[in-house]
């Protein structure tokens, strides 16, 4: 027996009308009834909420159902897939924008004065970006070894767009080596360091308001 056979005749045993289960899971009637005759399948919360409310075990629900447990499997590598782009997109912003910050400092570097490239980029941009960024990442579910890692990577790259830009600059004209600068490392752990404080400390207390 396939799945919109199990939850009509659950529902007729436990004496609910279509109606009244669609309001119970906020969806409409004919949802509930493209569902008992298997026209579509319902996710894997409203399974659950269902055998809740017709006191019926997911097992016996999902039992001998190929298409369902196919649905389900599908449903959950979508979400998986979408919560794994959710998690890196704001590194993969953070990349964009620091890449944008040296192309433009090398193609209008005859056009740019270095101190205001200076004061947009390292006074401007990037710790906004980089606080932002890791304010969404330290109230996100990452372990605290991956945000400590954010942190440091975004002092690295804070380090490595000074040496790409003025530091090369300076290696080009003058025909010298120059010395990453650390103090841009620092600057840019500390700005990090600030935001994923604050996302963690956001991420606790909303944490502790739930329980």
């Given at each position: 027996?396939?799945?919109?056979?199990?939850?009509?005749?659950?529902?007729?045993?436990?004496?609910?009308?279509?109606?009244?289960?669609?309001?119970?899971?906020?969806?409409?009637?004919?949802?509930?009834?493209?569902?008992?005759?298997?026209?579509?399948?319902?996710?894997?919360?409203?399974?659950?909420?269902?055998?809740?409310?017709?006191?019926?075990?997911?097992?016996?629900?999902?039992?001998?159902?190929?298409?369902?447990?196919?649905?389900?499997?599908?449903?959950?590598?979508?979400?998986?897939?979408?919560?794994?782009?959710?998690?890196?997109?704001?590194?993969?912003?953070?990349?964009?924008?620091?890449?944008?910050?040296?192309?433009?400092?090398?193609?209008?570097?005859?056009?740019?004065?270095?101190?205001?490239?200076?004061?947009?980029?390292?006074?401007?941009?990037?710790?906004?970006?980089?606080?932002?960024?890791?304010?969404?990442?330290?109230?996100?579910?990452?372990?605290?070894?991956?945000?400590?890692?954010?942190?440091?990577?975004?002092?690295?790259?804070?380090?490595?767009?000074?040496?790409?830009?003025?530091?090369?600059?300076?290696?080009?004209?003058?025909?010298?080596?120059?010395?990453?600068?650390?103090?841009?490392?620092?600057?840019?752990?500390?700005?990090?360091?600030?935001?994923m404080g604050i996302g963690c400390l956001?991420?606790?207390?909303?944490?502790k308001k739930s329980k």
């Amino acid at each position: 027996m396939d799945i919109g056979s199990k939850l009509k005749n659950a529902r007729n045993e436990a004496k609910f009308t279509q109606e009244e289960i669609a309001e119970k899971l906020g969806v409409s009637r004919q949802t509930i009834s493209n569902w008992e005759n298997s026209k579509s399948y319902p996710d894997i919360i409203s399974v659950i909420k269902l055998s809740d409310i017709y006191s019926i075990t997911l097992d016996a629900l999902l039992k001998e159902d190929e298409n369902m447990i196919k649905h389900l499997d599908e449903t959950t590598n979508i979400v998986k897939s979408k919560n794994r782009l959710r998690k890196i997109l704001p590194i993969l912003i953070f990349v964009s924008i620091w890449t944008f910050c040296i192309l433009f400092f090398w193609i209008f570097s005859g056009a740019t004065d270095a101190a205001v490239f200076s004061i947009f980029v390292f006074w401007g941009i990037l710790p906004v970006t980089s606080l932002i960024i890791s304010v969404i990442i330290g109230k996100d579910d990452f372990r605290s070894l991956t945000k400590a890692g954010v942190v440091a990577l975004i002092g690295i790259m804070y380090m490595l767009c000074e040496y790409f830009t003025f530091s090369l600059a300076n290696m080009v004209a003058f025909d010298k080596l120059n010395l990453p600068n650390l103090e841009a490392l620092f600057g840019g752990i500390l700005v990090s360091a600030i935001g994923m404080g604050i996302g963690c400390l956001a991420k606790y207390i909303k944490d502790k308001k739930s329980k």
